[in-house]
């Protein structure tokens, strides 16, 4: 056994000097024979895999030719004259564009099946018998002194609509002297205190005496927009603190006071309905043209209820694409029982792209929407139909 190993050990080392010896003799060589060597061997060693796969090519070759088909034609096919089979494509097209839209379809019903929020004016002859006096729509002024900023708006023309059909009610009723408007709603942020605050404008810059009387205790409003404090006011009155004229503010509108509603207090519907309120009403009703109350929701507190007796005319503020109509169901009660009188329905925040706004009610008082012709200041271009399709999707 050692005997082989010393006999292969030499023969590593014969093979080994060979190598060294005849890479001597290479690096010896020319740059330009070292090459032609190289690429002699590289040509013989791509000449031997070429002709390897000619061997393998012709095995391949063989063995296809020994393999023999076991199909046998036992007779040939005949024509019996009935032709292709036509297949109506039209008509898979059908199916697989009812199939896409099927899904869409599903989803468009389930949506219009259980939204339950207002979207139109017409809503409301559907839900109440109640009349809608008046249209407003989108508010684009800086705060919610619509009609003072821009009394050449849309908007500030909807509330001077509203005013000629409270007016109408008014004489309708044969009311004389001083003329009371309580607005209230079903919830927070519907415009309530927004619809308020620019009817009693609209009255006032007619050049009538007008007091806008925050009567929300419990969430007061009315005062940021005018840029007053809410330190005093008629809860300072109504538990007998004030009297009427320290209460009274004046604002930047002309012939427009505003009495706050003051410190919330821990009773709010005890003061609405004790007799300084009784008071409280009798001497705004000496010293101005027009009384507007701004009062609670309905939906939430009753303490709009109780005010309803001192108002010659009532609004309840509705908001498009914002009010439920589960929510009118406790005025339209009160109304069908007539328990409430005097009342309408104000719609707000009107967006209907490329149609009128347009009152209703009494006077048919219209708000010029999207196409004012030219009549007021805020008129905007009328949107493609891809921009109003849009528009009803996103919202």
């Not at 088909?69 to 024509?79: F, G, R, T």
């Not at 559907?126 to 002024?141: M, Q």
């Not at 404090?229 to 007998?240: M, S």
């Not at 309905?273 to 001497?283: P, W």
């Amino acid at each position: 056994m050692l005997l082989v190993k010393t006999n292969i050990g030499y023969q590593l080392q014969s093979i080994n000097s060979r190598i060294y010896s005849t890479e001597s003799k290479f690096s010896t060589l020319p740059e330009n024979q070292q090459k032609l060597e190289s690429i002699e061997r590289e040509y013989l060693l791509s000449q031997s895999t070429y002709n390897l796969y000619l061997a393998k090519r012709g095995e391949a070759d063989l063995i296809k030719a020994s393999n023999i088909s076991d199909i046998i034609l036992i007779e040939p096919a005949k024509d019996i004259g009935q032709g292709r089979n036509a297949v109506n494509l039209n008509i898979r097209y059908i199916f697989a564009v009812l199939a896409a839209l099927l899904p869409i379809l599903f989803i468009a019903f389930i949506i219009t099946f259980f939204d339950n929020k207002i979207h139109a004016p017409k809503d409301l002859e559907k839900l109440a018998r109640i009349p809608v006096l008046g249209v407003v729509g989108k508010n684009d002024s800086v705060n919610n002194l619509a009609v003072f900023n821009k009394p050449k708006s849309a908007v500030a023309e909807a509330f001077r609509a509203v005013r000629s059909s409270l007016q109408f009610i008014y004489k309708k009723h044969e009311l004389g002297g001083t003329k009371t408007v309580m607005v209230t709603s079903s919830v927070s942020g519907e415009g309530k205190t927004f619809c308020s605050i620019n009817i009693a404008s609209v009255f006032a810059l007619s050049g009538k005496k007008t007091v806008l009387v925050g009567l929300d205790l419990r969430k007061p409003k009315i005062f940021g927009d005018f840029d007053i404090d809410n330190q005093i006011g008629a809860v300072n009155y109504l538990i007998g603190q004030k009297p009427l004229d320290d209460i009274i503010q004046k604002t930047k509108v002309d012939h427009l006071d505003v009495i706050t509603s003051g410190p919330i207090p821990p009773n709010p519907s005890e003061l609405l309905i004790g007799e300084q309120m009784d008071r409280f009403i009798a001497e705004l009703k000496a010293r101005y043209d027009y009384i507007v109350l701004d009062t609670p929701p309905v939906g939430l507190v009753a303490d709009a209820l109780e005010l309803i007796e001192y108002a010659d005319a009532s609004l309840y503020v509705v908001r498009q694409d914002y009010t439920k109509k589960e929510m009118l169901s406790l005025i339209n009660s009160k109304h069908n029982k007539g328990e409430v009188k005097n009342i309408s329905f104000l719609y707000n925040f009107y967006d209907q792209k490329g149609k009128y706004g347009y009152g209703y009610g009494y006077g048919y008082g219209y708000g010029y929407g999207a196409y004012g012709n030219g009549y007021h200041e805020d008129n905007e271009k009328p949107k493609s139909l891809f921009a109003r399709v849009k528009g009803i999707f996103i919202k």
